[in-house]
């Protein structure tokens, strides 16, 4: 099993990213993805989830409305379009193989099995 996290990078603040998160090893379908952050001196926090088989999705508040998690036509990869960025969107992005059918809070925050390496995310101006 193995994730890849992709797309980060530095940009100024209301500026926008586009993360993908690439699996492989396992069938895609019969899982969910969910995308967490660890901010420098932070714990790491869930971000959204996606779920493939009931196609279920979570977000939390701190970005409800501004991130939007999505799959190509059933492809690889899962993607965190991340618009309106803010400064306390900086953190580390990863995203994680979710062993839950739907995605909700619980879920990432008990369901996880595999994390992939993270890519960085700096909102600055």
């Known amino acids: 099993v193995q994730l890849q996290a992709s797309g980060g990078g530095l940009v100024q603040p209301g500026g926008s990213l586009r993360l993908s998160c690439t699996a492989s090893g396992f069938p895609l379908d019969y899982y969910s993805i969910g995308w967490f952050r660890q901010a420098p001196g932070k714990e790491r926090e869930a971000v959204s989830c996606?779920?493939?088989?009931?196609?279920?999705?979570y977000y939390t508040d701190a970005v409800k409305g501004r991130f939007t998690i999505s799959r190509d036509n059933a492809k690889n990869p899962v993607y965190l379009q991340m618009n309106s960025l803010k400064p306390e969107d900086t953190a580390v992005y990863y995203c994680a193989r979710v062993a839950r059918r739907s995605c909700s809070r619980e879920a990432l925050r008990y369901g996880v099995e595999y994390w992939g390496k993270g890519t960085q995310v700096t909102v600055s101006s």
């Open positions: 996606l779920s493939m088989m009931d196609g279920s999705t």
